[in-house]
């Protein structure tokens, strides 16, 4: 009765999701903040004075929301946790300046980024190409490369976790391919400078689709938003999940030339014209406009990996360093499941992945001050 390329998925894993107990859950990279005030009351308002708007489709091209996102990527230049706040006024580092401005027709939402994600996959990678990546990134691209039969091959990490960048440009050119790698990396943590992807975006053919994931980005990258002006190829996908504290709220996005978009939109109407719905839309606008609160917790977040990176190497811990709201570690004492299923006991989760080569690590969330320091007290027990 089923297809063959039914029998031959083999789908992406979430971080644990327990209904038995209640848990500090530091496994699946989630803001540990709430939204901001306004956030929850437009949500509340938008529900109260228009009943009805729940009944009627929403704007299928959530016009509003991607004018509001490009403004707030102007306004922060993309990177949360640098931005300067001044009282409910926000300002990108200078660093991090936008030589131009972003534009809503740069802009694709999506149903989350993973949703996002899906369409780059069918919109910009083929079935005759070998897609090329790191070997260890975000695990939803390999489910989306066998969903669509995209083959793939996958270049080894440096072995301070780096990702290769000589390898993969020698490898996309000899299999005349994409690219696609998160940056900052997932599960690794670590990020390549905007000089770093300009100059791979040099060597890269640039009648293939570059695809850099700035989920973390918030968090400690340097966002690669600046090179569109220079690099029509590049896409960059990103979330409300992390920094924007709504992994609830399923929003994701795109930014790329408006050729891209107007591709990546085609996709989308193909399957389904109504991608976002109407009380997403309206939060999604109203995060956007409160930027000053995200970047405030994101500079919490930092403030508390870092210190948690300090606690860790004290203990004689690897940890890698970290541009993301989450730490790849290693205990000196256990392995990684070991490491899992102790935390596990006394309340706590954090990411084991068995893979090869990442099996002996463990992946942890940033959670807030209180959750940290309970984690902390977890390892003093070991």
């Known amino acids: 009765m089923l297809s063959t390329r039914m029998n031959n998925l083999h789908p992406y894993v979430p ?14 990279n989630e803001n540990p903040y709430p939204p901001c005030r306004e956030v929850i009351e437009r949500a509340s308002s938008f529900i109260r004075e228009n009943p009805k708007a729940l009944s009627l489709y929403p704007d299928p091209d959530s016009l509003s929301l991607h004018k509001a996102i490009a403004d707030m990527l102007n306004q922060t230049g993309g990177v949360l946790c640098r931005a300067q706040i001044d009282g409910k006024n926000v300002s990108p580092a200078e660093e991090d300046k936008i030589p131009f401005q972003v534009t ?36 939803f691209y390999p489910v989306y490369a066998g969903f669509y039969d995209i083959p793939m091959e996958t270049i080894p990490m440096k072995e301070d976790w780096s990702i290769d960048t000589e390898k993969l440009l ?11 790698f998160a940056n900052p990396n997932a599960p690794s943590g670590l990020g390549l400078s905007r000089n770093e992807v300009r100059q791979m975006l040099l060597k890269a053919n640039p009648e293939k689709i570059f695809v850099v994931d700035e989920a973390y980005c918030d968090f400690g990258g340097e966002s690669s938003i600046p090179l569109l002006k220079e690099f029509k190829n590049l896409v960059i996908v990103r979330t409300f999940s992390k920094s924007l504290c709504g992994a609830g709220q399923r929003l994701g996005f795109i930014v790329a030339s408006p050729e891209l978009v107007n591709a990546v939109t085609t996709v ?3 399957l389904n ?13 109203e995060a956007c406009k409160n930027a000053c609160y995200y970047a405030d917790c994101a500079k919490k977040v930092c403030k508390e990996r870092d210190s948690f990176i300090s606690f860790l190497k004290e203990k004689g811990w690897f940890v890698n360093p970290s541009q993301t709201n989450f730490v790849l570690a290693k205990s000196p004492k256990m392995p990684g499941k070991e490491v899992y299923e102790f935390i596990k006991k006394h309340g706590i989760l954090v990411r084991h992945f068995a893979s090869k080569g990442i099996e002996d690590y463990v992946r942890i969330t940033i959670g807030t001050e209180e959750e940290m320091k309970a984690l902390k007290d977890v390892i003093n027990l070991m």
């Open 268 to 270: 989308k109407n193909s």
């Open 273 to 285: 014209h109504f991608p976002l719905d109407a009380l997403s839309q309206v939060t999604g606008e």
């Open 170 to 180: 020698a490898k996309a050119k000899e299999n005349n391919s994409g690219i696609i």
């Open 104 to 139: 809503p027709d740069m802009i694709y939402t999506g149903n989350g980024s993973d949703e996002v994600l899906s369409f780059v996959f069918y919109a910009f990678f083929s079935s005759n190409e070998k897609l090329t990546l790191p070997e260890f990134t975000y695990s």
């Open 15 to 28: 971080g644990e999701q327990p209904k038995d107990r209640v848990y500090i859950k530091l496994n699946a």
